[in-house]
């Protein structure tokens, strides 16, 4: 269980952003606890013949092709610093508040079906009777 996505200051202040930052985190903690396929593909063995050992291998197509394997994230970018400074510096809180405002202006909730709201709501009803016949009696004591 992750606790805690949002918070800032020990739970005294929620963020947005810092949400948006924390479900990208999360998302990369999730994809890596699904493991790592391994087969001549990933393991770029074709690449390493190509480029051969002790060479650099972070500027290959393939290492470019693979770099999502890992994780997708949303708002952290792998870019190459020149790459990010041609893209316009944006860093992850810029890209963050970037989603909040996307996210606040065009998300469109989807209502919840019509059965599982009536077993909410009893749920509730049921959970309020408890609650208020349990403080009569603890009135009455």
Known sequence: MIYGSGMLELGMTFSLEQLVLDNDIIAMERKAMEGIEVND????????????????????????????????????????????????????????????????????????DADVLAKLEAITKEADQAYLKKAAREENE
């Open 41 to 112: 593909k990933t393991l770029c063995v074709d690449a390493i013949k190509e480029v051969g050992v002790g060479n650099d291998f972070i500027g290959h197509q393939t290492t470019m092709d693979n770099i999502d394997l890992a994780s997708d994230p949303l708002v952290f970018n792998r870019f190459m610093l020149g790459d990010w400074r041609a893209a316009g510096f944006k860093d992850a809180a810029t890209a963050a508040h970037d989603v909040v405002v996307d996210v606040l202006k065009n998300h469109k909730v989807k209502p919840i």
